[in-house]
């Protein structure tokens, strides 16, 4: 499923997450307006490495990021595995892999739009003056259309 998100387009894989395709449409275009900061779906993460890191990914909170050392500090491992669990997250957005950045700068980000998505996705957060009017509520970033209805 590809939604809309500030900045471009993410694809998610909706097999990992307990809910219907409109909700999660629906809760993704909330993030985009403004007017959602946490999804409450359930996910299944995967098992093992990948799933413990998209937990503590999970954990970040909306506005705030992450350093893949200290994700790799709370996991008792090391940053580039981190870095490596973060390109394998199979519902970004929903998991906020976004959040986790290098101690550097901004790192990868391996959704399509790479690490100029990922910096709109931080800077959307990062705004304080999210603003929706009449009629933007149902169009796609760059006012194309309704992108959340390609599935």
């Known amino acids: ?11 998610l894989d909706a ?4 809910g219907e395709a409109d909700e999660i449409r629906r809760q993704a275009r909330e993030y985009r307006e403004g007017t959602r900061t946490a999804f409450d779906l359930d996910v299944r993460y995967p098992d093992g490495f990948t799933g413990r890191v998209m937990g503590a990914m999970a954990a970040i909170p909306y506005g705030e990021t992450r350093t893949y050392g200290d994700l790799a500090d709370d996991l008792d491992n090391a940053p580039q595995p981190v870095g490596a669990a973060c390109g394998r997250n199979p519902v970004p957005l929903v998991v906020p892999c976004h959040r986790v950045v290098a101690a550097d700068g901004l790192g990868g980000f391996s959704a399509d739009g790479g690490p100029e998505l990922k910096r709109h996705l931080l ?3 990062r705004s304080d003056s999210v603003q929706v009017t009449l009629g933007d509520a149902d169009t ?4 194309g259309g309704d992108a959340d209805a390609q599935p």
């Open 123 to 125: 800077d959307h957060e």
């Open 1 to 11: 499923m590809t939604v809309a998100v500030p900045g471009g387009r993410l694809t």
């Open 15 to 18: 097999s990992y997450v307990d």
């Open 140 to 143: 796609d970033v760059d006012g």
